[in-house]
């Protein structure tokens, strides 16, 4: 599917990439093949995601919190109607698919999907809460997991163009395990290193998430002669981790093969054991979104050469 979208129209090569994260994903979520003309669920889920309240600081709100308590109708209180209009459209996106697979399981009609599982696994909880928390599970899932699979995309398809002896490199690989006759499949990942390579220093060169996921700390800690106290706000500076010259040599850089050892030094750390977080809230989805990112990746490796834009001469549009 992706591959055909690329060949048709490749200047529209984002909006495919986000195609391709959401069939994954309401597949996974819903069972649900999405319209590639237009999907109502997907369209809603987009809007969610655009409707969000932005960086700290938008609303006045976020400064002044004695400000939640005031009335809709008074002047400035507007992010209080957009609260409540994002609210109104967050939990659309959460019921309707939802029921959507509850329907197809009292017709006996349901595909597989994480939704249908939870239902059955938790039969025997009352409905209410049943529906609310796979609704909750569920909802997370395409948020999660859509702009963050693009945008890794995205990067890679940028360091391909950047670094044509990497995107060369591994076209050889490919081609010297799979043939030109079939597409590329998960049981060839073993005998394709140098994609694996790909995979990690895209997400170390750019990571999708640079400042991760806020933790809290359970209880008073000393780090470095540093005091944390206990319930302190600690933000992961994932994109300094992944940067550390000491670790990653020219981390500007896209070089995959720092993932290789050699006669004269070894391989660098896997990004992976920083990228997808830490502790009780590492990325749920890691093992999914690895596997999506490098069938993607190889696939169009497999198909394509990812080159820079040229003008009516031909010429390299830099």
């Not at 987009?46 to 009335?71: C, F, N």
């Not at 550390?244 to 660098?268: G, I, K, M, Q, S």
């Amino acid at each position: 599917l992706l591959l055909g979208k690329l060949l048709r129209s490749p200047d529209n090569f984002v909006h495919h990439l986000k195609s391709l994260a959401a069939a994954v994903i309401m597949m996974i979520a819903y069972g649900h093949q999405i319209d590639p003309q237009g999907d109502k669920y997907v369209k809603l889920a987009e809007e969610v995601r655009d409707s969000g309240a932005g960086p700290p600081g938008t609303y006045l709100v976020d400064m002044l919190p004695a400000l939640k308590y005031v009335p809709e109708w008074f002047p400035g209180a507007y992010f209080k109607r957009r609260a409540r209009w994002g609210k109104g459209l967050a939990l659309q996106m959460r019921s309707e698919p939802h029921a959507m697979v509850k329907t197809k399981m009292a017709t006996g009609n349901a595909v597989p999907c994480m939704t249908s599982k939870l239902v059955d696994a938790l039969s025997a909880s009352p409905e209410a809460d049943r529906d609310e928390l796979i609704m909750n599970c569920t909802g997370t899932v395409y948020g999660a997991g859509a702009d963050t699979t693009v945008a890794a995309l995205t990067n890679f398809f940028l360091a391909m163009i950047l670094y044509p002896g990497v995107q060369q490199k591994a076209q050889r690989e490919i081609d010297s395990v799979i043939e030109k006759d079939r597409l590329p499949e998960f049981s060839d990942r073993a005998s394709l290193p140098f994609i694996d390579c790909i995979v990690k220093e895209t997400l170390r060169w750019k990571p999708v998430t640079p400042l991760g996921v806020p933790h809290s700390t359970t209880e008073n800690d000393v780090y470095r002669d540093m005091f944390i106290p206990k319930d302190a706000t600690v933000i992961p500076n994932l994109w300094a981790m992944l940067h550390d010259p000491e670790v990653y040599h020219n981390p500007e850089e896209f070089n995959p093969e720092r993932y290789l050892p050699t006669e004269t030094r070894d391989a660098c750390p896997d990004p992976s054991r920083v990228m997808w977080g830490f502790g009780r809230r590492i990325c749920p989805g890691r093992h999914l979104a690895d596997s999506s990112l490098w069938m993607a990746m190889v696939s169009v490796l497999w198909a394509f050469n990812l080159e820079k834009p040229r003008d009516s001469q031909g010429n390299v549009i830099e």
